[in-house]
């Protein structure tokens, strides 16, 4: 089954780290550029990070020098990661994992993180 599913959030403190991590099950994954995507309470979901199927990332400004992005492609999965270091209150968001050029596979469950202040 094509599905994407988030894990590894939680609560942590200030200047703390989390380790995200997405399962996406499916060779379609394989050669898609993935991205992680937060949405705060009554926004829109935006990008954090993209990692090219290729391997080459990019960040919002944001979180430039603290989250790195990663994948590891395998032969009907991808598992991509986000290390996320110095976390700040702002960063407290429901963060999602997404291949944007398959809009048609749904959103996953997302995995909350908060980070207290």
């Known amino acids: 089954q094509v599905q994407l599913v988030e894990s590894g959030g939680g609560l942590v403190h200030a200047g703390g780290s989390l380790r995200l991590s997405c399962a996406a099950s499916?060779?379609?994954?394989?050669?898609?550029?993935i991205g992680w995507y937060r949405q705060f309470p009554g926004k829109r979901r935006e990008m954090v990070a993209l990692?090219?199927?290729?391997?080459?990332?990019?960040?919002v400004d944001s979180v430039k020098g603290r989250f790195t992005i990663s994948r590891d492609n395998a032969e009907n999965r991808v598992t991509m990661y986000l290390q996320m270091n110095s976390l700040k209150a702002e960063d407290t968001a429901v963060y999602y994992c997404?291949?944007?050029?398959?809009?048609?596979?749904?959103w996953g469950p997302g995995t909350q993180v908060t980070v207290s202040s």
């Open positions: 997404k291949a944007p050029g398959i809009p048609t596979i749904p």
């Open positions: 499916g060779s379609i994954f394989t050669g898609e550029d």
């Open positions: 990692i090219t199927s290729g391997g080459r990332t990019n960040y």
